[in-house]
């Protein structure tokens, strides 16, 4: 019988989740595509593991520029088995300390470019039996967080796509899951300018590593949303123990 070499497409892959899913899989013997909008953030692939990847530079927030690479992809590539929409910016701080423009593009990136991606990749997807969206929310999506507010509503429409996605797409043979870490130590956080007050007190427990390996989790078993941490495992549980308590917890993590 003839190998098969399973094939994963992540976005955002130059660093922090994306390069450790990126890596994972390579372990795992998948071909991985790589995509990123810092095309020499990809290097740590191209040096080392050029055999086993596709690498491009990807705009998400530019459909025709994702139609573009996916088209580059599948002259190479005849199917895909599972896209990782993990590309992904953020803006800590209070709704009007942040420049309009800095919303918007945390709206264009965060929703709208995976919203371009998963349409993109779903004609290669449902070529491949049991195929996966699997896309990289976050803790922020169960709640609104202060100082996460455009942030939080981006994941929170993540989720939404998910959930509706994951429904319609189920007769393709397509499944789709997001995964909620809380706060991961990776560039996004630790080169931040201003740390909000939820991240100072919680502090990043989690590494991509930690992420990459639920990531990979996805792909073997069909769930739809996947909290990542202890932390977020038992906030996700008071919450919906104690709804009535919700706000009071969430308004906690507002800056005096």
Same mark, same amino acid.
């Given at each position: ?19 450790a899913c990126a890596l994972h899989f390579i372990n795992k013997g998948w071909f991985v595509a790589a995509t990123d909008i810092n095309l !020499? ?9 050029? +055999? ?11 459909? @025709? ?6 088209? =580059?992809?599948?002259? !190479? @590539? ?10 992904? %910016? ?8 942040? =420049? ?7 709206? *264009? ?17 449902? *070529?491949?039996?049991?195929? =996966?969206?699997?896309?990289? +929310?976050?803790?922020?999506? %169960? ?5 996460? +507010? ?50 100072? =007190?919680?502090?990043? +427990?989690?590494?991509?590593?930690? %992420? ?7 792909? @073997? ?9 202890? %932390? @977020? ?24």
């Amino acid at each position: 019988m003839a190998f098969i070499q399973h094939k994963v497409f992540i976005t955002g892959a130059g660093s922090g989740i994306g390069k450790a899913c990126a890596l994972h899989f390579i372990n795992k013997g998948w071909f991985v595509a790589a995509t990123d909008i810092n095309l !020499e953030s990809l290097s740590y692939l191209s040096n080392d593991y050029s +055999s086993q990847c596709f690498i491009a530079k990807m705009d998400v927030t530019n459909p @025709q520029h994702v139609k573009d690479v996916f088209d =580059r992809y599948a002259l !190479e @590539q005849e199917n895909l088995d599972v896209l990782v929409n993990n590309a992904g %910016v953020l803006q800590m701080g209070l709704f009007e300390n942040i =420049r309009l423009e800095d919303h918007l593009k945390t709206i *264009q990136v965060n929703f709208s470019g995976v919203t371009s991606c998963a349409y993109t990749a779903l004609s290669l997807l449902k *070529q491949s039996a049991n195929s =996966r969206i699997i896309n990289i +929310s976050s803790s922020a999506a %169960v709640h609104g967080m202060p100082e996460f +507010s455009v942030y939080s509503a981006t994941k929170n429409a993540v989720s939404a796509l998910t959930e509706a996605l994951n429904i319609e797409l189920k007769k393709h043979g397509v499944y789709v899951c997001d995964i909620r870490p809380v706060f991961v130590d990776t560039p996004m956080l630790s080169d931040a300018d201003y740390k909000a007050k939820s991240l100072t =007190r919680m502090g990043a +427990s989690l590494s991509p590593d930690d %992420v990459a390996e639920v990531v990979w989790q996805a792909t @073997q078993t069909n769930k739809l949303h996947w909290n990542v941490g202890a %932390v @977020q495992k038992a906030l996700s549980f008071i919450l919906a123990a104690l709804p009535f308590a919700k706000h009071r917890i969430i308004a906690s993590f507002m800056p005096s």
